[in-house]
């Protein structure tokens, strides 16, 4: 392939293109269709642009302008049927002050964990049934999908290991404004019994009364299994009848995570 030591007609026009429609991010395949105008060699085109560092590679067949930098947009657009969530989401939506130096994105597509321009990204695959409750954020070139509060609530309960520590996890459900038929709905899709059990019995411990259609669809759910309240944690602690769970985090220490001393 022929690299240019100067900028080629056909690259100025591509780059003033990009200019005219205000694309920021695009893919090979769609860009031709998105400016309204074909390349006799499209594929020279973009190598020579790269090189020049006029365009970044973000991966095979996905390109970004040099100063392009929304990690969130960028996340979500290397792979389909995407959303922002998880911790990532969590912090997004208020509900905790940490911050975590990988960003999460959920997908219904299996894709390996990678850097992208110098940010990490943890792609977490999901059945299709649980792709639901999502939202965009941004507008323009600045737009992404992100799990709505409760989706990204429900999500973090069901893989807990994403949602920067099971404490926070908590003190983000105690602060989150949530609708009882979404927390069902999502819970649905999820069908997660344990991860009901424990918001349902969550919702009570912590006086969440404006929830009580969830709560008493959670109770509907509730099994003859005990399950911890904490999944990562030790086989301990008091056992709860109503709701089959064993409190590995105690009643005090749950009182505490609420006043952040814990």
Not at 206 to 222: G, M, P, S, T, Y
Request: proline share 2%.
């Amino acid at each position: 392939m022929y690299i240019s030591s100067n900028l080629t007609k056909p690259q100025f026009e591509f780059m003033k293109l990009l200019d005219d429609y205000e694309i920021q991010i695009f893919r090979f395949d769609e860009i031709e269709g998105k400016i309204n105008q074909t390349f006799t060699n499209l594929n020279e085109v973009l190598e020579n642009l790269d090189h020049k560092e006029l365009l970044n590679r973000i991966e095979r067949g996905k390109f970004c302008r040099p100063n392009f930098r929304d990690e969130n947009v960028i996340g979500t657009f290397v792979v389909e049927q995407s959303a922002i969530s998880y911790w990532s989401a969590l912090n997004l939506h208020g509900l905790t002050e940490q911050f975590s130096n990988t960003i999460f994105v959920q997908t219904t597509h299996k894709k390996n964990d990678k850097e992208i321009l110098g940010t990490s990204y943890k792609f977490v695959k999901i059945n299709a049934s649980k792709c639901t409750g999502i939202i965009w954020n941004g507008y323009g070139n600045l737009k992404y999908p992100i799990t709505d509060v409760e989706k990204t609530i429900i999500d973090c309960f069901d893989q807990p290991q994403y949602s920067g520590g099971y404490a926070e996890l908590i003190r983000a459900f105690i602060q989150a404004d949530l609708q009882s038929e979404k927390m069902i709905a999502y819970c649905k899709a999820t069908n997660n019994t344990a991860v009901i059990k424990r918001l349902g019995y969550l919702c009570i411990f912590f006086e969440r009364l404006a929830l009580q259609n969830f709560i008493d669809f959670a109770k509907k759910q509730v099994n003859s299994k005990y399950n911890l309240i904490d999944p990562q944690g030790n086989e301990a602690g008091d056992f709860i009848s109503d709701w089959k769970l064993r409190l590995n985090i105690s009643k005090e220490q749950l009182k505490d995570i609420a006043n952040k001393q814990y």
